[in-house]
């Protein structure tokens, strides 16, 4: 009996040593952080506000660009909630790091480490009066050298006067 209950706390044991040494903090939301830089926080009538999205990727990890190789894979894409007070212009995202990963036959197009994504918004309200709060997301699949996980996604949010 003793033997029994010595091989089963050693079983609980070694299950919570695994589990020490694979967190369950590899959710694709923790591997891509956000963060926004604007031109200007001031809108002009007639002008353009340039908008720097930059996202900071964990170490060891990269998210597809936005017009990945390999049709089985999710681009990476911004979208922002409607606003009457602004229209999106141009989205300019930067040129992808080609790049053959073990799990590919062929190179991938992908963004690691940091990348910035410039957007340009134009105001079309008639008078610029008062704050506007700007919200979107960055829709993005992360992946490492060995697997993809789930696309996911992260808000974002900016204030213009």
């Not at 995202?93 to 480490?113: I, Q």
């Not at 704050?131 to 808000?155: A, H, M, R, W």
Request: proline share 7%; charged share 25%.
């Amino acid at each position: 009996m003793k033997l029994k209950k010595f091989y089963i706390l050693n079983f609980f044991l070694f299950c919570i040593f695994l589990s020490d040494l694979h967190p369950q903090d590899i959710s694709p939301e923790k591997i891509v952080d956000v963060k926004v830089k604007t031109s200007t926080i001031r809108l002009k009538k007639e002008g353009i506000v340039d908008v720097y999205l930059i996202l900071k990727i964990k170490q060891g990890w990269h998210i597809n660009s936005d017009k990945p190789l390999d049709s089985n894979l999710s681009p990476t894409s911004i979208k922002f909630k409607d606003n009457p007070n602004f229209k999106v212009v141009k989205i300019n995202f930067p040129p992808p790091l080609l790049k053959k990963l073990s799990f590919s036959e062929s190179e991938l197009a992908l963004f690691e480490n940091e990348t910035t994504i410039k957007v340009e918004l134009k105001p079309i309200m008639k008078v610029v009066k008062g704050k506007i709060q700007v919200k979107g997301e960055v829709n993005y699949q992360p992946c490492n050298d060995e697997t993809c996980l789930f696309p996911s996604s992260k808000t974002f949010r900016f204030i213009l006067e």
